[in-house]
């Protein structure tokens, strides 16, 4: 039988098999790099930890039931999984990309990915006719946040399946914000998922990791095979910890997004607060489609405020809340992402996507709601 996502977060798909020695809860940490032979071409089915490791093959596992993939490979870093991607790419190849992405996914594009002799560009795929008129003949891929960072861009993934079946590109979707809890990009049509582990699958701000999910067997053994080449592997201990992680991700993203509501609702009536950009505000302009194609709206907040002073007293006064790079642990962080996430990101771009000295996004975490209000407002004042 298949789980509901909040036995799935505990248990994975596979109740029934519980086969831990002794009978242990929680999965061993095996701490090994290699694995002995029972004898001449025979094998535990774990040879050298680089492939594959009891540990992280639980974690993996788990993940494949969450996004209701193929397979998934456990990587050191979320950046370390989208390079794992980018191996599928001849050279000549050109990838559409959403307008405002991670800005590490930017960087690595922009370096890495034009030295291997990639193309990439930049749209507004919530536009769905601007992802069709900048298709070109040597497109290969769609690359979709959805919602996007930092201006919490809404995109269609049933429009891009469209275009990407009529086209006969490859859809990959970076679910990190909203989780598997919240949206399925695999259920969907795409063809990849990937994840920095490091933010809510994690969910404590202790650890690095990202995930590549597949949707067909054709995809799992490319990506199996690039894994166990370029060696991008994510530790047994890290897998260990994420694994923990997963468990409580049902209800930590539940709270975090209640808090995330008021919050929103809170910024949106304060005088020094010009936008407020969250997916869960009904007026927000990707709400219908994200209600159509996901669970929730995530923790995710970026807001305008009036001046460049008022960005900086907010930053440097806060005390619940922690000005702090990365996003979706318990802890809530606050970034100015002008000279942090988007830092590497051209400044005409940039101000074209609004990102400027005002703008500042807010990763909302488990604490008491009041508090966290009250801490935004002393900062204000
Ligand atoms: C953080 C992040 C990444 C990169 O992940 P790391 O684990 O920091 O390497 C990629 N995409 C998104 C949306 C992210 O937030």
């Known amino acids: 039988m298949s789980y509901r996502l909040e036995t799935k977060c505990i248990h994975g798909d596979k109740c029934e098999e519980r086969k831990h020695s002794f009978g242990a809860v929680s999965v061993p940490i095996y701490q090994t790099a290699t694995f002995a032979h029972p004898g001449i071409g025979r094998s535990t089915g774990y040879d050298y930890s680089r492939e594959s490791n009891p540990t992280r093959e639980e974690l993996e596992n788990f993940v494949t039931a969450l996004e209701c993939s193929c397979d998934t490979v456990a990587c050191s870093t979320g950046m370390a999984a989208l390079s794992l991607c980018l191996e599928l790419f001849e050279r000549g190849s050109h990838i559409l ?14 370096t890495v990915g034009k030295n291997k002799g990639l193309e990439f560009d930049y749209v507004d795929t919530s536009r769905r006719e601007l992802v069709e008129k900048s298709i070109r003949e040597n497109t290969k891929a769609l690359y979709i946040e959805t919602p996007s960072n930092p201006t919490m861009k809404v995109t269609d993934l049933k429009a891009m399946k469209e275009i990407a079946l009529k086209y006969g590109l490859m859809l990959i979707v970076d679910n990190t914000f909203l989780t598997p809890y919240f949206q399925n990009p695999i ?44 060696g991008c592997c994510l530790s047994p201990f890290d897998s260990f910890l994420l694994l923990r992680g997963i468990k409580t991700l049902g209800v930590r993203v539940e709270k975090q997004q209640s808090n995330a509501i008021k919050i929103a609702n809170w910024l949106k009536e304060h005088k020094k607060v010009k936008n407020v950009y969250y997916v869960g ?97 002393n900062a204000l004042n």
């Open 97 to 110: 990309c959403t307008d405002d992405l991670y800005g590490g996914s930017v960087r690595i594009f922009e």
């Open 187 to 230: 259920v969907l049509g795409a063809d990849i998922v990937i994840h920095s582990g490091t933010k809510f699958l994690g969910g404590h701000n202790d650890t690095l990791a990202g995930f590549v999910c597949t949707a067909n067997e054709e995809l799992k053994n490319k990506i199996r095979f690039l894994y166990k080449t370029v």
């Open 281 to 377: 505000l009904k007026d927000h302009k990707g709400y219908d489609v994200n209600l159509k194609q996901a669970r929730g709206f995530g923790s995710m907040i970026s807001f305008e405020v009036d001046s460049e002073e008022t960005a900086i007293k907010i930053l440097e006064n806060v005390k619940v809340i922690s000005y702090a790079e990365s996003l979706g642990g318990v802890e809530s962080l606050i970034t100015y992402p002008m000279l942090q996430t988007h830092g590497d990101v051209p400044e005409s771009i940039r101000e074209e996507l609004g990102i400027n000295n005002r703008f500042l996004r807010l990763s909302v975490g488990i604490e008491n709601t009041e508090d966290l209000i009250a801490d935004i407002e």
